[in-house]
């Protein structure tokens, strides 16, 4: 990756002088967004709440992070464009950093202070709450906004798939490098120097990536929406309601064609081959209702979707294990000895670095050795994208075993000794952190591939943001089953030391194996589309 951006440089058309632009504007911006990590600490420590109602807090928050791409790659694609997009949502997400900053550095905007699980902790007023939720939706909505249009516009100033290519190399490496940086020195800020400080600097790091994202205006190649996508999918629909009384023809003359060089649409989901179906005034009639006939490649792209829905809604339940796992995970670790050595304690949230080092070895491990070994030993059977999901599916119910292995562990010394932090050290936490970050390796990465590949391709810009969908999902749903937990059970009381999360564990792991078969039967019975 190193030796070839300068090649970039020279070889790229036009485009190449705003490489620099997207990589320091995605790279500022994410460190802004950064403060998500250490959220849960900063909900329970200056608004007291509960450790319950932080951790869903916590994930509505990345629910929605995940949750918007979606819809400004829609806006983006079907009628504003990336660079209003973008603006938009950049200045959105400096105005939630900023009330953020205030409710940190502003006694009045936050609850007063007490010791830590005092009784007598007042909680926030309607006011501070308001402001608080205000100011996480604005960051939420405005990050969500900028993590995955900046990549697409960024690549739009290239000319060619290879230097795309390296543009999303450096992209993404920009941003693990970026998150490294959050859970280790930024945390320590926040806990050592002060939230008003981490704040601070996580709202001038937006700010500056606003205004390097404007200065590089002039060297930006504008990219016009088309027609939206999204209403050819549903003129489909419509169409085929509307005709849903027409007899299906077998020959390829009674469809409309569009040069798409397709003969008779396919017989999965047949009731929609309606859409394309030529009445006879149609077929003597020059000008086309888009809402009463459709073309053939129209047809077969929502058929295309529709068949990818049932591999996205298990990757979206493979996300809820690891949703609670990463919620919880900060709360147990505030219950754990986080000294490394006499001299030096480990920042509680710094843990979640195992996750994130986890997923950068995995991946290039993947590409670089195991993937090329593969393809060595089976030439004829190279791996594919669903096998490399599905092994994803197996490591996430392990780290849902290990993690419930580990605070059944937690709560033995908890209870022995009787005292809030237990005298075990929190790197007990790092396995069950690692096999998540390796199992992401494995099924969010070949999510991603899998999506664009398989998309049709006037989705290909939202492909990757239907990945991220699944996340916000996972996240939205995790607070579904702590809710559920919390009214069935006695399993998680604010003092997790007298619960049992260990049982929340085995619980997603039981959720992960259900979830497993369905995805097995999914993807065995899946068949990849031939281009």
Known sequence: MGSEAPALLRRARGGWITFPFFIATGGLLALASGLSVNLITFLKDEFHFEDASAAKITNYVNGTLAFI????AIIADSFAGCFSVICFSSFISLLGVVLLLLSATVSHLRPPSCVKGSIFCKHPTPLQAGLLYLSLALLSVGDG???????????????????????????LFTLYLIN???????????????????FTIFTMANLFGLVVFLCGTKFYRFVKPTASPFKSLACVIVAAIKKRKMSLSPQTGDYHHDGDG????TPFFKFLNRAAVKSEEESSSKIVNPWKLCTVQQVEDLKRLVKIVPIWISGLILCIPIAVLMSFMIIQGKTMDNRLNSHFKIPVASIHLCSLI??????????????????????TRPPTHLQRIGIGHVITIVSSIVAALVEAKRLREARSHDLRVVPMSLLWLAPQLAIVGVSEGFHFAGQVAFCYQEFPASFKSTATAVVALTVAGGYYSSNLVIDAVQNATAWLPNNINKGRLD?????????????????????????????
């Open 358 to 379: 986890g997923t950068c070895v995995t991946i290039p491990l993947l590409d670089r050795l195991v993937f090329p070994l593969w393809v060595k030993l089976a030439p």
């Open 180 to 198: 490294f940086v959050s859970v280790t020195v930024m945390v320590y800020v926040e806990e050592h120097l002060g939230w008003g400080w981490g």
């Open 145 to 171: 906004g900028t993590r995955f249009t900046l990549a697409s516009m960024g690549a739009d100033q290239l000319d060619t798939t290879k230097h795309q290519g390296i543009f999303f190399n450096w992209y």
């Open 503 to 531: 049982n929340v564990y085995w619980l997603c792991s039981g959720i992960g194996a259900l979830n497993l078969v369905f995805y097995l039967v999914c993807a065995s019975s899946y068949k990849y589309h031939k281009s």
């Open 69 to 72: 791409p979606i819809f400004a």
């Open 262 to 265: 397709l003969n008779c649409p």
